[in-house]
């Protein structure tokens, strides 16, 4: 055997089990050294490098999370995956904060060991990439704890739950976690669970054959099987049924799935990822959200803070915005204005980050020249532009909000009716309809194409 083969410490008390390990270990071209209890197995490690460790959970001097408690003060960069007894499901989850990658359950089954094995081993090939976590903007103490986290999550094949409030980044923590892991090369699919038909979950989850009911015209693969290799994130998980729940643990624990109108099942390796901006163990308490899911999904946690717990990183994130916008739209980077700056710094952002982005997206467009002033900005306490073209005598009150809508998509909404208006008024003359409005053609442009008004029998006018 190649003497550049990985080196596999096996731990285990049972001599069956044990021996079943390094003979699998070796039919995978892999060194094995084996080791009978804790202090063996501690002996071992501080006689030679390993590039992976197998271990029991019961050791007979020892438990196996007293290894992992020893691996991460001598050995913190060898990956290490623990064997349960079937079940034991708190045990598993109990290693895994511990520091495990990963778990299987006994009786072992060879073809789950070998995939354990890999992704073990592809750990420890994952390149440092730096450039990935500068896209994590802020060096607030809370952002740098964050980013110290993300790093030893993206270790691990262990659940996480990403909580935050909304607009705060809880998806590109999820994307970054898959990107700075072994599984970075698989795809990586996220999903909004509060965006799916409660009758279409199940196929849109696991997937269904041409057939299988109205409407299904084809065969389809399903998120589960979409993401197989890589990571399944499910956004606003709360948001879940009860009933799609149960089905939810049920292909998470067994790690297969049955596509809607399929006989046979089909096994899937992925890692689950899951956010909400609710609070989980409220939803669980009221009864909306299962405990074995929560406990399931909710091996390690990690908090994304809201905007206002680091303001001090809003100087940073305000120039990095820009400078994306102004790349995209092939334009030079604006300054800000003092003033500005000032109005950025006193708002709140209720919307987190994804309300500074869309503040500074709407600014530019609005800036006529390469400054933004406080009232490019329309932030609510200085508003400014269409409301106040209104004439100050009107008594219409102002539209209400339908429940199930959001602030944004209001918002959004108001916005696409005021320039629809305006070009039905100067019958779709862009150039007319942007001085109606009180602003810059190019401003009207790009909001056309955001609202997907623009129209390709329309061009006669575009004279910037």
Same mark, same amino acid.
């Given at each position: 055997?190649?003497?550049?083969?990985?080196?596999?410490?096996?731990?285990?008390?049972?001599?069956?089990?044990?021996?079943?390990?390094?003979?699998?270990?070796?039919?995978?071209?892999?060194?094995?050294?084996?080791?009978? &209890?804790? &202090?063996?197995?501690?002996?071992?490690?501080?006689?030679?490098?390993?590039?992976?460790?197998?271990?029991?959970?019961?050791? $007979?001097?020892?438990?196996?999370?007293?290894?992992?408690?020893?691996?991460?003060?001598?050995?913190?960069?060898?990956?290490? %995956?623990?064997?349960?007894?079937?079940?034991?499901?708190?045990?598993?989850?109990? %290693?895994?904060?511990?520091?495990?990658?990963?778990?299987?359950? *006994?009786?072992?089954?060879?073809?789950?060991?070998? /995939?354990?094995?890999?992704?073990?081993?592809?750990?420890?090939?994952?390149?440092? @990439?730096?450039?990935?976590?500068?896209?994590?903007?802020?060096?607030?103490?809370?952002?740098?704890?964050?980013?110290?986290?993300?790093?030893?999550?993206?270790? =691990? /094949?262990?659940? !996480?739950?990403?909580?935050?409030? =909304?607009?705060?980044?809880?998806?590109?923590?999820?994307?970054?976690? @898959?990107?700075?892991?072994?599984?970075? #090369?698989?795809?990586?699919?996220?999903?909004?669970?509060?965006?799916?038909?409660?009758?279409?979950?199940? =196929? #849109?989850?696991?997937?269904?054959?041409?057939? %299988?009911?109205?409407?299904?015209?084809?065969?389809?693969?399903?998120?589960?099987?979409?993401?197989?290799?890589?990571?399944?994130?499910?956004?606003?998980?709360?948001?879940?049924?009860?009933?799609?729940?149960?089905?939810?643990?049920?292909?998470?624990?067994?790690?297969?799935?049955?596509?809607?109108?399929?006989?046979?099942?089909?096994?899937?390796?992925?890692?689950?990822?899951?956010?909400?901006?609710?609070?989980?163990?409220?939803?669980?308490?009221? $009864?909306?959200?299962?405990?074995?899911?929560?406990?399931?999904?909710?091996? !390690?946690?990690?908090?994304?803070?809201?905007?206002?717990?680091?303001?001090?990183?809003?100087?940073?994130?305000?120039?990095?915005?820009?400078?994306?916008?102004? /790349?995209?739209?092939?334009?030079?980077?604006?300054?800000?204005?003092?003033?500005?700056?000032?109005?950025?710094?006193?708002?709140?952002?209720?919307?987190?980050?994804?309300?500074?982005?869309?503040?500074?997206?709407?600014?530019?467009?609005?800036?006529?020249?390469?400054?933004?002033?406080?009232?490019?900005?329309?932030?609510?306490?200085?508003? =400014?532009?269409?409301?106040?073209?209104?004439?100050?005598?009107?008594?219409?009150?102002?539209?209400?909000?339908?429940?199930?809508?959001?602030?944004?998509?209001?918002?959004?909404?108001?916005?696409?009716?005021?320039?629809?208006?305006?070009?039905?008024?100067?019958?779709?003359?862009?150039?007319?309809?942007? *001085?109606?409005?009180?602003?810059?053609?190019?401003?009207?442009?790009?909001?056309?194409?955001?609202?997907?008004?623009?129209?390709?029998?329309?061009?006669?006018?575009?004279?910037?």
């Amino acid at each position: 055997m190649s003497a550049e083969a990985p080196h596999v410490l096996v731990v285990d008390d049972e001599a069956d089990l044990r021996e079943l390990l390094v003979i699998t270990l070796g039919r995978m071209k892999l060194q094995a050294t084996a080791a009978d &209890s804790l &202090s063996t197995a501690k002996q071992r490690l501080k006689e030679a490098h390993y590039d992976l460790c197998l271990t029991d959970m019961n050791l $007979g001097d020892g438990t196996g999370l007293e290894l992992l408690q020893f691996i991460s003060q001598y050995c913190p960069t060898m990956p290490t %995956a623990v064997i349960t007894a079937y079940g034991s499901m708190k045990t598993a989850t109990d %290693a895994m904060k511990y520091g495990a990658y990963d778990f299987i359950a *006994k009786p072992v089954a060879l073809d789950r060991l070998r /995939q354990l094995i890999e992704d073990g081993l592809g750990i420890n090939e994952v390149e440092e @990439h730096h450039e990935e976590e500068d896209n994590l903007i802020g060096d607030a103490p809370s952002m740098v704890a964050l980013k110290s986290q993300v790093r030893k999550l993206a270790r =691990s /094949q262990a659940p !996480i739950y990403i909580s935050g409030e =909304s607009g705060s980044g809880k998806e590109r923590i999820a994307r970054l976690i @898959h990107t700075l892991g072994p599984r970075r #090369e698989k795809p990586f699919v996220a999903v909004n669970c509060g965006a799916i038909p409660s009758e279409l979950m199940e =196929s #849109e989850f696991f997937g269904h054959r041409k057939g %299988a009911f109205t409407g299904a015209v084809e065969d389809r693969k399903g998120l589960f099987r979409e993401a197989d290799g890589g990571t399944l994130f499910l956004d606003e998980v709360a948001d879940l049924p009860l009933h799609m729940q149960v089905k939810l643990l049920r292909a998470i624990q067994e790690k297969s799935v049955r596509p809607v109108g399929e006989a046979k099942e089909f096994q899937v390796n992925l890692r689950i990822l899951c956010a909400t901006h609710k609070n989980l163990e409220d939803e669980m308490e009221e $009864g909306r959200f299962r405990q074995d899911l929560f406990y399931r999904l909710n091996v !390690i946690e990690a908090h994304v803070p809201p905007l206002r717990e680091r303001r001090e990183d809003i100087p940073k994130l305000v120039r990095h915005i820009l400078d994306r916008l102004s /790349q995209a739209w092939e334009i030079p980077p604006p300054s800000v204005s003092s003033d500005a700056v000032n109005a950025i710094g006193n708002y709140a952002f209720p919307g987190n980050v994804r309300e500074l982005e869309n503040t500074l997206e709407r600014a530019l467009t609005l800036c006529d020249g390469n400054t933004i002033l406080p009232e490019h900005l329309r932030l609510p306490s200085n508003r =400014s532009g269409l409301a106040s073209n209104r004439s100050s005598t009107s008594t219409s009150p102002p539209p209400i909000r339908p429940s199930e809508q959001s602030l944004e998509e209001f918002l959004q909404e108001i916005e696409k009716q005021e320039i629809l208006k305006a070009l039905d008024t100067t019958h779709w003359n862009r150039t007319a309809a942007a *001085k109606k409005l009180g602003m810059t053609f190019r401003s009207l442009r790009y909001r056309l194409k955001k609202l997907e008004l623009d129209r390709d029998d329309d061009e006669t006018d575009d004279n910037e």
